[in-house]
């Protein structure tokens, strides 16, 4: 499973974005799917994760009730959306992908991994 993750930007603190993360290989509709960011002098960190029917979702603390994750099976696509953006949520975000996962929220869980996008947030 390959992994494209697209979306980020520059945006002001309360605007939204929307992350997509594209996958290719034959696996990825059985794959529970999460995102992850890390931030400037930061461990990478939790931030959602949906299971491969969309059935579950799971949210860190910091972004529940502002983010939501979602995915399209027909698209081969996972959506991050984020709302009410804060500086504090600015990071590299990454989305991963894994057959089976035990902690979702531990990064060594997670099989596959794309490449970062970046968000940033002004205050």
């Known amino acids: 499973v390959q992994l494209q993750a697209s979306g980020g930007g520059l945006v002001q603190a309360g605007d939204s974005l929307r992350l997509s993360c594209v996958a290719s290989?034959?696996?990825?509709?059985?794959?529970?799917v999460g995102w992850f960011r890390q931030g400037p002098g930061k461990e990478r960190e939790f931030v959602a994760a949906?299971?491969?029917?969309?059935?579950?979702?799971y949210y860190a603390d910091s972004v529940t009730g502002r983010f939501t994750i979602s995915r399209d099976n027909s698209k081969n696509t996972v959506y991050l959306q984020m709302n009410s953006l804060k500086p504090e949520d600015m990071a590299v975000y990454y989305c991963?992908?894994?057959?089976?996962?035990?902690?979702?929220?531990?990064?060594?869980?997670?099989?596959?991994w794309g490449q970062g996008t970046q968000v940033t947030v002004s205050s």
């Open positions: 991963a992908a894994a057959r089976r996962v035990g902690d979702a929220a531990s990064a060594s869980a997670w099989e596959y």
């Open positions: 290989g034959r696996t990825f509709n059985s794959c529970a």
């Open positions: 949906i299971t491969w029917n969309g059935d579950r979702l």
